[in-house]
T-cell receptor, first 115, second 114 residues
Framework: GDSVTQMEGPVTLSEEAFLTINCTYTATGYPSLFWYVQYPGEGLQLLLKATKADDKGSNKGFEATYRKETTSFHLEKGSVQVSDSAVYFCALSSAFKAAGNKLTFGGGTRVLVKP | EPEVTQTPSHQVTQMGQEVILRCVPISNHLYFYWYRQILGQKVEFLVSFYNNEISEKSEIFDDQFSVERPDGSNFTLKIRSTKLEDSAMYFC????????????FGSGTRLTVV
């Protein structure tokens, strides 16, 4: 079945540092890929997405590129802020089902940015 | 921006009791979901719902669980006889028709079974 693997945290950074969170997936065909963010005490928010190979999703300074050849969707941000402290989840939705199919999540990576 | 609303935000219940978690999805969305997240663990799919019926469910979603869209706006998750291991954050989500469109999640209901 589908699966998502992301690097374990916590990742601790200083403000303005470069952030990378690795995410790889296993799925049949061409799934859609997502990054969700969960701030302390809150729900899951869609951060960015990519629906086909070589697409780049971007939002709030974060970027991720859909790499079919390496089955990866690594999240990057060039200069993090304290407000980026959160848990980040990589997720996919299957290519083979009709609209509305389930999301498969990775285990989440906690990021802590220190001033 | 449209939101998915969940109530209550916290619920404490005794083992064996029934609980109903409530959600109001985004009004023009057609697909509805429940996920759960046990503290510190992965977000897990429970069930998806479309056109007034379950379209997919996970192994977790056994006979103790049921979902309903009673009035065209609310979407509920019922746990008939709660167990300690049902303690988790439960997230409702909705999505429009298009494939690959991200979900909108609610802020969750934290269920504690004692």
């Amino acid at each position: 079945g589908d699966s998502v693997t992301q690097m374990e945290g916590p990742v601790t950074l200083s403000e303005e540092a470069f952030l990378t969170i690795n995410c790889t997936y296993t799925a049949t065909g061409y799934p859609s890929l997502f990054w969700y963010v969960q701030y302390p005490g809150e729900g899951l928010q869609l951060l960015l997405k990519a629906t086909k190979a070589d697409d780049k999703g971007s939002n709030k300074g974060f970027e991720a590129t859909y790499r079919k050849e390496t089955t990866s969707f690594h999240l990057e941000k060039g200069s993090v802020q304290v407000s980026d402290s959160a848990v980040y989840f990589c997720a996919l939705s299957s290519a083979f089902k009709a609209a509305g199919n389930k999301l498969t999540f990775g285990g989440g990576t906690r990021v802590l940015v220190k001033p | 921006e449209p939101e998915v609303t969940q109530t209550p935000s916290h619920q404490v219940t005794q083992m064996g009791q029934e609980v109903i978690l409530r959600c109001v999805p985004i009004s023009n969305h057609l697909y509805f979901y429940w996920y759960r997240q046990i503290l510190g663990q992965k977000v897990e799919f429970l069930v998806s719902f479309y056109n007034n019926e379950i379209s997919e469910k996970s192994e977790i979603f056994d006979d103790q669980f049921s979902v309903e869209r009673p009035d065209g706006s609310n979407f509920t998750l019922k746990i008939r006889s709660t167990k300690l291991e049902d303690s988790a954050m439960y997230f409702c989500a909705s999505s429009p028709r298009q494939v690959g469109h991200g979900y909108t999640f609610g802020s969750g209901t934290r269920l504690t079974v004692v």
